[in-house]
Each structure stands twice: as C-alpha cells, then as structure tokens.
C-alpha cells in the first residue's frame, strides 16, 4: 500500500482519509423521526394546496449537505420561485432547519466499521500525518469525529464549507496536501466512493478505497483506484 514513500521522513509522507471516520448510519429511531417531520410537513404544505411528497436523497450522500437539501422535490419549486426573484427566504429557513436537526442526531446512530481506529491507532504510531476530508459540514465533521474517539488522529479537519469546492473537484484535495506539507503524488487518499476517486486522479494522488461504505449504489470495485481494501488495518 502507498501512504507516502517510506524513504522520507513522518512530516512528508502524507496520508488522507475521505469521508467521516468510516461511519455508518443505524437508520432505525433517525429513519422514523424523519419520516414523522415530513408527513408533518406534508400536511402543512397539503393545508396550503402545496404538497411536497417525503423522498429518499439516494445518490446524493457523499455531495454535500446543501445537495440533500436541494434533492428535496419541492428544491425545483423553491428553484422556480428564485428564479422568479421569490423564496430566497424560504430555503434559507430550510437550510437552517436542516443543520439544526443535523447537529442535534449528528453520531447518535452512528458505528464505526471494524478496523477504522485500530487502523489509524496504527498509522499514527508510524508517523504518518493525517487529514479528514469530507464534503459534510465542516462543524460536523469535527463533531461527529470527537463523538467516535478519531478526532485527535487528524492534524486537520476540512469540510465541504472549507473551500470554493468539494470533491470530486480537485482543489480541496490539493489544499489539504499543502496543509499537510506534502506532495500530491507523495500523498495518499483513502475514501469510498467514485468522488473520492476522482477528485484523488486529479489531483494527482495515488487513491485506495475501502469495500464497505457506499458508491452511491454503485460496485465500489468498479471504479478506477490504485487498490481496495477491507479494512483500514490493512494500510498499517
């Protein structure tokens, strides 16, 4: 596996991890306290002759908070009336729902896949920096990180607020190599997804990516990376 040559020293061999500490949503009391806001909401919107059907945002996990919002099938409504000069304030409230209920389930129903902190236990004890980069929130990445006991492995933390763009554009990848004093090619990213792929081929980083998570909905062993593995103790 490649996180860095071994011929240069800790502080330039450089190791980037995708994503929120590898974790995985228990959609049990979350799932239904979310379908309960949306028949409530539902209702509302019916009650104004505006009736907004409750969805799922698959394919849009990995794209950024703002992505499931603007997902939602009254986004196009909202979109149209913007459009028109109208409902700016309107999704600007539903914005600030959305990060409040986030902030508040943010970890609760979440676990670590097996492996994640002995993996990065291990890569820390061999010198190895390391950054988290992912397009949640910047605010609850660090949070969701401090509530599994990973945070103190990262020097940096960026979220999809950090920079002009998220992956799978470049440049936070980039930006994250110079916050780490290394080298694209000299850096490794390990992620889960063809985002995390992407953005690592252009910016010019060698890529692994781990066989759980999600792709949305996709084969994870179909998509152009340096190698897969099914646990991060398998870097170490």
């Not at 729902?97 to 492996?115: A, C, D, F, V």
């Not at 470049?170 to 063809?194: I, Q, R």
């Not at 340096?226 to 870097?235: G, I, Q, R």
């Amino acid at each position: 596996m490649i996180y860095g040559s071994r011929h240069h020293s800790p502080s330039t061999a450089g190791f980037l991890r995708g994503r929120d500490g590898r974790s995985r949503w228990n959609h049990g009391r979350h799932a239904r306290g979310f379908r309960q806001g949306h028949r409530r909401h539902a209702a509302r919107s019916e009650t104004a002759g505006n009736r907004c059907q409750p969805h799922r945002t698959h394919g849009r996990q990995g794209l950024g908070a703002p992505a499931a919002v603007s997902a939602h099938p009254c986004a196009e409504r909202e979109r149209r009336w913007r459009r028109g000069g109208e409902g700016a304030a309107t999704h600007a409230r539903a914005w600030d729902r959305y990060q409040w209920h986030y902030e508040r389930i943010n970890g609760q129903y979440s676990t670590l896949y097996p492996g994640v902190a002995d993996g990065l236990a291990a890569l820390a004890r061999a010198g190895y920096p390391m950054a988290c980069l992912t397009n949640k929130p910047t605010a609850f990445a660090h949070e969701l990180l401090k509530a599994k006991g990973l945070h103190g492995y990262f020097g940096h933390v960026f979220g999809g607020d950090a920079f002009e763009r998220k992956k799978p554009d470049p440049m936070p990848l980039v930006k994250t190599c110079e916050a780490l004093c290394t080298p694209p090619a000299k850096t490794l990213m390990v992620g889960d997804s063809s985002n995390d792929a992407s953005a690592a081929r252009a910016a010019g980083c060698p890529v692994v990516l781990v066989t759980y998570g999600y792709n949305h909905g996709e084969p994870i062993r179909s998509v152009n990376a340096d190698a897969f593995v099914d646990s991060l103790t398998e870097l170490a």
